[in-house]
């Protein structure tokens, strides 16, 4: 299914990319989640967003004996999971810093797609000791693997300024209520502006068009 083919408002599917028991991902997608309800287009009814959690997917490690590319899901719970990102035109990632990279959790639920992000707009929100800033441009480079359009804005959180640990035990390193900075909230919302932006481009792209352009250069 592509963007042209999905009258209505545009959904926005936020997805949850850590999986980890006491992530941070789950208070900080919660946020997001009121950020976009306040978004112009959401309050229009020009859009709406559903929280998309990996930890509620239950996905085994890639299964599937057919690859992605070729849309010959054979498991259910791919088929379950295709449904889901399938009715998204648009997407925001949360995802921390894992080693230099996104959770492995994320990396096979994208994994195991490919039809289904194709086409399709995604904003990058992500979070860790430097701002998930080395997980976020992984993470770019997956999404455009799977034709995915990642918009130029992102947002970058701490864990050091943007959760207070105010009375919490100093030898916990999940502690800390998630409280973000001044001027996150402007840093989502321009992101969001992007994504709606250009999910509203591409919608309006007659797939006929694009095949055709394609099929002229391949030639």
């Known amino acids: 299914m ?18 980890r028991p006491g992530r941070r991902g789950a208070a900080i997608a919660r946020w997001a989640m009121e950020v976009t309800e306040r978004h112009e287009a959401v309050r229009a009814g020009d859009a709406v967003c559903t929280l998309v959690d990996l930890a509620e997917q239950k996905l085994p490690l890639l299964d599937e004996p057919v690859p992605a590319l070729f849309g010959d899901y054979r498991h259910p719970h791919t088929r379950r999971w295709a449904a889901v990102v399938d009715a998204c035109d648009a997407f925001v990632f949360v995802t921390p810093d894992y080693n230099r990279s996104i959770p492995a959790a994320l990396k096979n639920g994208i994994d195991y797609l490919y039809a289904e992000w194709t086409d399709k707009v995604a904003g ?24 995915t359009v990642v918009v130029p804005t992102g947002v970058a959180l701490s864990i050091f300024t943007d959760f207070d640990s105010t009375g919490a ?5 999940t502690a800390g209520r998630f409280a973000p900075g001044d001027g996150r909230e402007a840093e989502l ?31």
């Open 124 to 147: 990058v929100l992500s979070y860790g000791v430097q701002g998930g800033n080395r997980a976020a441009d992984h993470l770019r480079a997956i999404l455009t693997e799977v034709r």
């Open 169 to 173: 035990d100093p030898g916990d390193p």
């Open 189 to 219: 919302s321009a992101m969001l502006a992007e994504v709606v932006t250009w999910s509203r481009a591409l919608r309006s792209v007659d797939p006929a068009r694009v095949a055709a352009g394609a099929a002229e250069l391949v030639g």
């Open 2 to 19: 592509t963007n042209a083919q999905s009258p209505g408002p545009l959904r926005i599917g936020l997805i949850v990319g850590s999986t």
